[in-house]
């Protein structure tokens, strides 16, 4: 079973070998605003954002996954983080082939993985032998895939977070309770802040943590400080200039 789902994976992969542009992750919790980050950076920086692929989640072939996995965990979070690792997967691809230009990225394979997978099985919607299964893929393509420059951590208190998921109303997670959030926000401090997670082959891979809470959305001035923390965190970490 394991190698079949490789064989899945295997022209995706080969492709992604080619990958020429620098990639940036832009980490956070379930509503902390990483689609409106996306599109303050495209505002500012000449580079290739790629939003996360929920529309697939939402649609495969007429059925709603997103919605499966919400109402029901238990049966659906092996398969979801399954796919949702695949569909990310395909678009870096697909815009990996617009050229040059730096990919900043709407999540990661990584926060799959270590926050979404992991806490499904932390919390048991997950058995071992799926969690085992998941590793296995996600280990053989992750650890041939290029690294990313760095992470953009969006840190905010899980109830901000849980404020503007209502104010969205995606109706998929509108069951989606506060502590729910909490977990994830845990996952994600265990791994971009305490490096949990150190000794793994990806543990220097540098981290920008900005203030999620801040206004972003309409605060001018957040987005200029925003924005030049991020060019000096690429200039410093991956000698990428904007200013050239």
């Known amino acids: 079973m394991i190698s079949m789902c490789r064989v899945v994976f295997l022209s995706i992969i080969m492709q992604s070998f080619m990958l020429a542009q620098p990639i940036l992750f832009v980490e956070g919790n379930i509503g902390v605003g990483k689609s409106t980050f996306l599109k303050v950076i495209q505002k500012y920086l000449d580079v290739v954002t790629i939003a996360e692929p929920c529309d697939e989640w939402q649609d495969v072939s007429g059925y709603n ?31 990996a082939s617009l050229g040059g230009k730096v990919q900043i990225m709407e999540r990661s394979w990584f926060s799959d993985r270590y926050c979404f997978a992991q806490n499904g099985l932390k919390i048991g919607l997950m058995t071992q032998m799926e969690w085992f299964l998941y590793l296995d893929i996600w280990d053989w393509y992750a650890k041939q895939a290029p690294m990313p420059v760095g992470f953009v951590y969006l840190r905010t208190d899980p109830k901000v977070c849980y404020d ?36 793994d082959y990806f543990g220097q891979i540098p981290v920008l943590v900005l203030d999620g809470a801040c206004n972003f959305r309409d605060d001018e001035e957040v987005q200029k400080n925003f924005v030049k923390q991020i060019l000096d965190f690429l200039y410093i970490h991956a000698n990428i200039d904007f200013t050239t």
């Open 65 to 95: 996954l997103l919605d499966a996995f919400y109402k029901d965990g238990t049966r659906w979070a092996c398969t979801f983080q399954l796919y949702a690792f695949m569909t990310r997967v395909k678009k870096q691809q697909k815009y």
């Open 164 to 199: 503007r998921m209502q104010e969205r109303a995606r109706s998929e997670e509108s069951i989606v309770p506060l502590d729910y959030l909490q977990m994830l926000h845990d996952r994600h401090e265990e791994w971009l802040v305490d490096k949990k997670y150190q000794e």
